[in-house]
């Protein structure tokens, strides 16, 4: 996805936080998503972000600052199970599409 | 239970042959994407749908052709012109009135 940057891998133990970050070309920003996906399975919703701020969905929060084009995942409690691909989408002007990135690899260990 | 359906889950070609995905939707929404997943490269948009007998061009539409002549089936053709089909093709569909995307399992297609 042109426009969209986020880290290509990361790697964390089980029971910590990782963030993992998105920045996005603000120009036609109409929003923001962030799917996981297990290796050879299809993405599935995690977060929609719309305004500027924090939602959090129990061990899962997401973060957007619209002016800074700048959003984050936020994974606590890390388990076993959270080792995945994160893929972050913004939706351009038309609502239509979505753009992502080339999605975050996250390695948990014991 | 509704849901999106792709099969199969693995497809073999030889190359030079041309090979068509399927991908069928029971959710009664109104687009379709088909996306191309390679290692390192996220999804890629090949091509998408609106509504019935309408489509238009992704960012990677050469060597694929679509067609969507029902609501609920949106299958993908992979041309011999495509040059580098082995990839993982995902299928997607959208509710008109919202902006989340719904995807399917997936088909590995593998080409020797």
């Known amino acids: 996805g042109q426009n969209i940057d986020q880290p290509t891998e990361m790697t964390a133990t089980e029971g910590a936080i990782v963030q993992i970050n998105c920045t996005y070309q603000?120009?036609?920003?109409?929003?923001l998503f962030w799917y996981q996906q297990h290796a050879g399975e299809a993405p599935t919703f995690l977060s929609y972000?719309?305004?500027?701020g924090l939602e959090e969905k129990g061990r899962f929060s997401s973060f957007l600052s619209r002016s800074k084009g700048y959003s984050y995942l936020l994974l606590k409690e890390l388990q076993m199970k959270d080792s995945a691909s994160y893929l972050c989408?913004?939706?351009?002007?038309?609502?239509?599409?979505?753009?992502f990135g080339k999605g975050t690899m996250l390695l948990v260990s014991p | 239970d509704g849901g999106i359906t792709q099969s199969p889950k693995y497809l073999f070609r030889k190359e030079g042959q041309n090979v068509t995905l399927s991908c069928e939707q029971n959710?009664?929404?109104?687009?379709m994407y088909w996306y191309r997943q390679d290692p390192g490269q996220g999804l890629r948009l090949i091509y998408y749908?609106?509504?019935?007998?309408?489509?238009q061009k992704g960012d990677i539409a050469e060597g694929y052709s679509v067609s969507r002549e029902k609501k609920e089936s949106f299958p993908l053709t992979v041309t011999s012109a495509q040059k580098n089909p082995t990839a993982f093709y995902l299928c997607?569909?959208?509710?008109?009135?919202?902006?989340?995307?719904?995807f399917g399992p997936g088909t590995r297609l593998t080409v020797t």
């Open positions: 997607a569909s959208r509710d008109g009135g919202t902006v989340e995307q719904y």
């Open positions: 989408a913004d939706v351009p002007s038309g609502y239509s599409t979505l753009t």
């Open positions: 972000n719309v305004l500027d």
């Open positions: 603000t120009s036609g920003f109409n929003g």
């Open positions: 749908s609106q509504i019935v007998n309408d489509f």
């Open positions: 959710l009664n929404h109104d687009a």
